[in-house]
């Protein structure tokens, strides 16, 4: 009969592991949403084996493993409400963006909480854009307590493994910093670039032309707003801190770019540029980034040769094609190289006509 595993919440993010687990691993899940509608086709879909569309009457005590998948905020509110209706052996855990409110909470209840984040993700949400394939090659971060048992760390390396992702384990702390960082201060960002737009003249103008960096930095102000709302508030002394700091760093930009200072300004500009071509060799070593497509495929064996194959029919040449293996922020984790902008747009075509999900 495999472990029992209730998934609450089969947004985005629930019904993706909902499908993850379900193919990868021998269980029975059962999956709770407040929209019955996500529930019907979660059911018909055979994501899930049992459905409920309201927490109230779950039967907590028969799980093995319990997920949160919710907003933080109802996180927090059924972790309370679960003390002393969860059983012993029991392991439950959340998946929510910021760690540090639901560990205090974890470190006050009378069952095993271990934090949880998968460093993955998108701007859309809800169960209809779910996939099993969602984690692979993601990192997954846990967070659990001094006191967390070693037996329940381990189930969750064994999930994680499971569905493809990697794990890293950090507190709570460090968590929300370093997510404050890479994440919540970006979409602050990116949001704050989107505003900035009309506080001129011409805004139509300016959307219009808004194309290439302006798009690729600000993809991720399209995010739901709920979500974002919510993630600042559980998070507001990290941001603050990581805001004033890049306060700080334009402020000082302003200031050489008042005095003129062509030194400044380069250095600004190299090491800015040093540090980020770091960034794409450790995702991806020794694919360069011209003329690229990613296709957002499962990873698993055949997939690189169908596509290769696909590719060669249609006389297209491929430079390079790779697996991501850290999926963060990523569409998709196969990356294709083609030799030019003509097989780009040509093999743009042909994977989108076999159906691939496919982003240039
Ligand atoms: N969206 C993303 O890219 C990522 C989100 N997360 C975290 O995952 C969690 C869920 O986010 P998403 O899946 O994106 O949101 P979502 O909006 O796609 O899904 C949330 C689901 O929870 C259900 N829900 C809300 N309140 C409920 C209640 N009281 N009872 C039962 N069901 C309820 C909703 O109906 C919805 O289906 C959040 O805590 C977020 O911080 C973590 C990593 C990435
Ligand atoms: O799509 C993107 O770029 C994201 O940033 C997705 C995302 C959103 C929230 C998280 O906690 C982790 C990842």
């Keep these: ?46 994501t899930i084996q049992y459905g409920l569309n309201h927490l109230e009457t779950l039967s907590w005590e028969v799980f093995d493993l319990i997920i ?56 859309k949400s809800g169960y209809i854009h779910s996939k099993g394939h969602l984690f692979e090659n993601a990192y997954f971060i846990l967070t659990p307590l001094e006191q967390s048992k070693e037996e329940k760390i381990t189930l969750l390396y064994e999930m994680i493994d499971a569905i493809g992702a990697m794990p890293i384990t950090m507190d709570a702390e460090q968590h929300d910093l370093f997510t404050a960082v890479i994440s919540h201060v970006p979409h602050i960002i990116a949001s704050a670039l989107v505003h900035m737009i009309k506080e001129f003249d011409h805004k139509e103008v300016l959307i219009k032309l808004a194309a290439g960096g302006f798009k690729d930095i600000t993809r991720i102000a399209s995010s739901s707003p709920h979500l974002w709302q919510h993630i600042s508030l559980s998070n507001k ?64 064996p055949g997939m690189i040769a169908k596509i290769s194959t696909l590719l060669y029919e249609h006389q297209i040449n491929i430079k390079n094609i790779g697996i991501i293996h850290n999926r963060e922020f990523e569409n998709g984790c196969l990356k294709i190289i083609l030799e030019n902008r003509l097989d780009q747009v040509s093999a743009y075509q042909v994977l989108q006509k076999h159906e691939y999900l496919v982003f240039k």
């Excluded at 909902?18 to 269980?27: E, T």
């Excluded at 949160?68 to 409400?81: D, G, H, S, V």
């Excluded at 969860?86 to 439950?92: F, G, L, Q, R, S």
Aim: hydrophobic residues 40%.
């Design 68 to 123: 949160f998948c919710t907003p933080i905020e109802i996180t927090l509110q059924w972790m309370e409400r679960i003390d002393g209706k969860v059983k012993d052996t029991a392991t439950v855990i959340d998946i929510g963006s910021t760690k540090g409110q639901v560990m205090q909470l974890a470190a006050k209840v009378n069952y095993d909480f271990i934090g949880g984040h998968p460093m993955v993700g998108s701007e």
């Design 237 to 300: 002394e990290k941001i603050d801190l990581v805001l004033k700091q890049l306060l700080t760093t334009i402020d000082e930009y302003k200031q050489r770019l008042r005095e003129e200072n062509n030194d400044y300004l380069f250095t600004y500009f190299s090491k800015a540029k040093e540090m980020r071509d770091q960034i794409v060799d450790t995702v991806n070593t020794d694919i360069p980034k011209q003329y690229a497509l990613i296709v957002d495929i499962e990873d698993r």
């Design 1 to 46: 009969m495999g472990k029992q595993i209730a998934i609450i919440g089969l947004g985005l993010m629930g019904g993706s592991l909902a499908k993850a687990l379900q193919s990868k691993w021998d269980v029975t899940i059962t999956g709770v949403d407040q929209d019955q509608t996500t529930i019907e086709t979660a059911m018909a879909e055979r």
